[in-house]
């Protein structure tokens, strides 16, 4: 089993760039999670999918972040245009039915 | 409203001694708890959970954590540290939201093991 795949692992862009970052989750998961890590905020979720459908996106900070699950295999998340203050390191992961969460390597951000 | 506080940011050990990482946490109700480790730059790995079985709980690598009720602690530990266990830990409770678990992390701990 791969784990969760995440791709690019790092991301640099000037502001005001589009920026997209890519998620793979287990084969067979039907919940997916896009997390955000920062030092002043620590781990915060972002967005929740459950059979490919956003369930609680609560946690997205503004409407410049926008996330899409296609299918079952993969989701984005997007953020257009993108400002320093997004410069974080964003994971996403992935379980089956509320069990245990399996996390990605993560996809460093760094907008100049 | 479900809450963990963790109640070192930083702590330090020598190879070959216990460790400890303090986890307070806040629930209306029996929590489900968890602790995560997160090596330099790669994702979070789940140690160990506790979800109202034994208060004893026993995670992968040696760690194991204590649910105490009258504390509302959930303090991790390892007898003997290894240079490997140098890590961020994060402490975990989980919190039913819109039919499903929502994870809130605590600050985390990070974990230094020196020779």
């Known amino acids: 089993d791969a784990g969760v795949i995440q791709s690019p692992r790092h991301e640099v862009t000037e502001m005001g760039q589009e920026v997209t970052l890519r998620c793979k989750p287990i084969?067979?998961?039907?919940?997916l999670f896009w997390y955000r890590q920062t030092m002043m905020r620590g781990l915060e979720l972002l967005i929740y999918?459950?059979?490919?459908?956003?369930?609680?996106d609560s946690g997205m900070p503004e409407d410049r972040f926008s996330a899409k699950m296609p299918n079952a295999s993969f989701s984005t998340l997007k953020i257009q245009p993108s400002e320093p203050r997004d410069s974080a390191v964003y994971f996403c992961?992935?379980?089956?039915?509320?069990?245990?969460?399996?996390f990605g390597p993560g996809t460093r951000l760094t907008v100049l | 409203a479900q809450s963990v506080t963790q109640l070192d940011s930083h702590v330090s050990v020598s190879e070959g001694t216990p460790v400890l990482l303090r986890c307070n946490y806040s629930s209306s109700y029996s929590p489900s708890l968890f602790w995560y480790v997160q090596h330099p730059n790669k994702g979070l790995q789940l140690l160990l959970k506790?979800?109202?079985?034994?208060?004893l709980v026993k995670g992968i690598n040696g760690f194991e954590a204590e649910f105490k009720k009258s504390e509302t602690s959930f303090h991790l530990t390892k007898p003997s540290a290894h240079m490997s266990d140098a890590a961020e830990y994060f402490c975990v409770v989980s919190r039913t939201s819109g039919g499903y678990n929502k994870l809130i992390f605590g600050a985390g701990t990070r974990l230094a093991v020196h020779p």
């Open positions: 084969s067979g998961h039907n919940s």
């Open positions: 992961a992935s379980s089956l039915a509320g069990a245990e969460q399996f």
């Open positions: 999918f459950n059979n490919n459908v956003p369930i609680d």
């Open positions: 506790y979800t109202s079985a034994a208060t």
